[in-house]
T-cell receptor, first 114, second 111 residues
């Protein structure tokens, strides 16, 4: 099954700075997702993106967050002004290839806000 | 509000024995359930799934059981191997497009 590639694998940023996390999920998929996992906690849903629009977002996904699919293959998550509590692993996901349900996740980006 | 709960944060099992990981959920509308395995510094990897029309699904050493009346599912790994040591997440969805994950259970298989 084609992989989901995320870059960078680790990003350290100053509080208040903007970060962009990137995902290459393969261009012929319609559904994409961002999840995050704060260290030792559950994997939390952030946002789903269908046909180039946000289809659902959680209460975590406030005005500081945005998603885009700028060129039809890359899928980005932007955090405009990072806070310490944004430190987490961020996972991009798409629906599993040829399957009715379940996700294929990327390897994640570890974001550390200092 | 935790809709999907894994009450055991960790579990240790001897190699060759059965590992049983448990998961409870509160939303009776959930109709798809998944188990994911996660190694450190990697994304979660799909392991096995079950839909609400079934009560058991088996794939090699992995079997998932669903008890809808108790809103409970479990993952059985038989026989357990050291390479199974990882964090296991259960996830549930209403429909197939958005999954709610539990907090995970860290399984350690002792050689």
């Amino acid at each position: 099954e084609p992989e989901v590639t995320q870059t960078p694998s680790h990003q350290v940023t100053q509080m208040g700075q903007e970060v962009i996390l990137r995902c290459v999920p393969i261009s012929n998929h319609l559904y994409f997702y961002w999840y995050r996992q704060i260290l030792g906690q559950k994997v939390e849903f952030l946002v789903s993106f269908y046909n180039n629009e946000i289809s659902e977002k959680s209460e975590i996904f406030d005005d500081q967050f945005s998603v885009e699919r700028p060129d039809g293959s890359n899928f980005t998550l932007k955090i405009r002004s990072t806070k310490l509590e944004d430190s987490a692993m961020y996972f991009c996901a798409r629906l599993r290839e040829g399957k009715l349900y379940g996700y294929t996740f990327g390897s994640g980006t570890r974001l550390t806000v200092v | 509000d935790q809709q999907v709960k894994q009450n055991s944060p960790s579990l240790s099992v001897q190699e060759g024995r059965i590992s049983i990981l448990n998961c409870d959920y509160t939303n009776s509308m959930f109709d798809y359930f998944l188990w994911y395995k996660k190694y450190p510094a990697e994304g979660p990897t799909f392991l096995i799934s079950i839909s609400s029309i079934k009560d058991k699904n088996e794939d090699g050493r992995f079997t998932v059981f669903l008890n809808k009346s108790a809103k409970h599912l479990s993952l059985h790994i038989v026989p357990s191997q050291p390479g199974d040591s990882a964090v296991y997440f259960c996830a549930a969805s209403e429909g197939t497009y958005k999954y709610i994950f539990g907090t995970g259970t860290r399984l350690k298989v002792l050689a």
